[in-house]
């Protein structure tokens, strides 16, 4: 299938690869709003469990897929044509037919990163089974970006299985020779928490939470150890002016907690479409 589309004009296949984008991002805002949601009641019914406490009664099943999604507010379905990518939200208004309530800009925002996103990586890689697999990557970074912003974690759900996900990919050297990638993922989880302990030693406070470690692992394990430097760097420079922005702008506190994952996750895509041509330059440079 790959070999046959790669015939189409490259016009036609960037126009296919913003769609399927767009249709993941979709799926993505599902993904973003729900698994939380069952992560917390996992917790909440395991830790019951261990308090030999009853478990809540009528409890209802949730999950990805069921429940079909509805208004947060007024609980209507949601109509199919509704759930379109992008246009759903403009036929809306931005605001929920049955009762008025505004729909979060995040979900035509979430689409549209992952549609861009998907085109940025297409025409990067060619139509490829590369290509392939940076979709994918790219696409587990966007739901865990937008989970960390909303709640602050990182779910092992997601992070572990790409990690894992990587070094398999790497085994045929798609992205970097398996050394590479098999040190990377180990750099890149000691290197955080390396910091973490440090951090906590000298404070006595926790700088971050243990998922930023797992994704610094996972971006390692897809890119390589000799990307890790770049993404540390970069990553905690976007951190830095967003954090002092949103100090300047909204008078937030400086001892309230930043979500880290975010920068990281945007510092390892740029690795992943652009590291070797900002290396070559760097090194130029000097």
Not at 34 to 59: C, K, M, S, V, Y
Not at 204 to 220: N, Q, R, S, V, Y
Request: charge should be neutral; include cysteine.
């Amino acid at each position: 299938m790959i070999s046959s589309l790669s015939t189409y004009p490259l016009e036609t296949i960037l126009i296919l690869s913003l769609i399927l984008g767009l249709l993941v991002g979709s799926f993505l805002n599902v993904v973003i709003y729900r698994l939380p949601l069952q992560l917390q009641n996992t917790w909440q019914r395991d830790a019951r469990d261990f308090l030999g406490q009853n478990p809540i009664e009528a409890e209802t099943k949730f999950s990805l897929i069921f429940p079909p999604s509805r208004c947060t507010r007024c609980e209507t379905l949601i109509k199919p044509w509704h759930n379109i990518p992008i246009i759903g939200y403009l036929l809306l208004k931005g605001r929920c037919k049955s009762c008025d309530e505004p729909i979060s800009l995040q979900y035509p925002a979430v689409e549209l990163i992952c549609g861009l996103l998907t085109v940025a990586v297409v025409y990067h890689f060619g139509f490829t089974a590369q290509a392939a697999w940076a979709m994918l990557f790219t696409w587990v970074l966007v739901a865990l970006t937008g989970i960390d912003v909303n709640h602050q974690l990182l779910p092992d759900n997601l992070t572990l299985p790409l990690l894992w996900l990587g070094l398999l990919v790497n085994m045929s050297g798609t992205f970097v020779p398996l050394v590479d990638a098999v040190a990377g993922a180990v750099a890149g989880y000691m290197v955080l928490w390396l910091v973490y302990w440090a951090f906590k030693l000298i404070t006595g406070k926790e700088g971050m939470g243990h998922g930023d470690f797992k994704l610094l692992a996972t971006l390692g394990a897809w890119l390589g150890w000799q990307q890790l430097p770049m993404i540390i760097l970069l990553s905690s420079a976007v951190g830095a002016i967003i954090g002092t922005a949103g100090i300047l702008l909204y008078g937030r506190e400086r001892q309230a907690q930043i979500a880290f994952g975010p920068y990281l996750a945007i510092a390892g895509w740029i690795a992943l479409v652009a590291g070797e041509e900002i290396t070559r330059r760097y090194l130029q440079l000097l």
